[in-house]
């Protein structure tokens, strides 16, 4: 098993012109900072996304890159994008992990640590 160190790092915000809080519906978007600390190059092939809404809803997600890509993060770079979701209540989490390879086309994943989605002021 491969511990290369990558370092997922992620800032949310509550997208209120895109949600629809009559309707149960809550927009969030979530920037995304994958950054390589190890000594080789890594490429991202998969992402496997758990979400799960205030009312216990889990969605699993799995698809293959991240936003139509599978970067290559060299050693000591970072690679950075956003995405989106949406949810029937105000608050969720997120967590997961991604799946990389290694120069030697050894697997590996990246845990993807739970965060917080959440409308401003709905957690104290």
Same mark, same amino acid.
């Given at each position: 098993?491969?511990?290369? #160190?990558?370092?997922?790092?992620?800032?949310?915000?509550?997208? $209120?012109?895109?949600?629809?809080?009559?309707?149960?519906?809550?927009?969030?978007?979530?920037?995304?900072?994958?950054?390589?600390?190890?000594?080789?190059?890594?490429?991202?092939?998969?992402?496997?996304?758990?979400?799960?809404?205030?009312?216990?809803?889990?969605?699993?997600?799995?698809?293959?890159?991240?936003?139509?890509?599978? #970067?290559?993060?060299?050693?000591?770079? $970072?690679? $950075?994008?956003?995405?989106?979701?949406?949810?029937?209540?105000?608050?969720?989490?997120?967590?997961?992990?991604?799946?990389?390879?290694?120069?030697?086309?050894?697997?590996?994943?990246?845990?993807?640590? #739970?965060?917080?989605?959440?409308? #401003?002021?709905?957690?104290?």
């Amino acid at each position: 098993m491969n511990t290369q #160190p990558i370092v997922v790092s992620v800032e949310t915000e509550y997208l $209120s012109h895109q949600s629809q809080p009559e309707d149960d519906r809550y927009a969030f978007a979530y920037h995304i900072t994958i950054e390589n600390c190890g000594a080789e190059t890594a490429q991202l092939l998969s992402r496997h996304w758990v979400i799960v809404d205030a009312n216990q809803e889990r969605k699993e997600v799995k698809g293959m890159g991240v936003i139509g890509e599978q #970067p290559l993060i060299a050693a000591g770079e $970072s690679y $950075s994008y956003s995405s989106g979701v949406v949810l029937d209540t105000p608050v969720g989490t997120m967590e997961g992990s991604y799946q990389l390879v290694d120069e030697n086309g050894e697997p590996f994943d990246a845990p993807i640590r #739970p965060f917080l989605l959440s409308t #401003p002021n709905a957690v104290h």
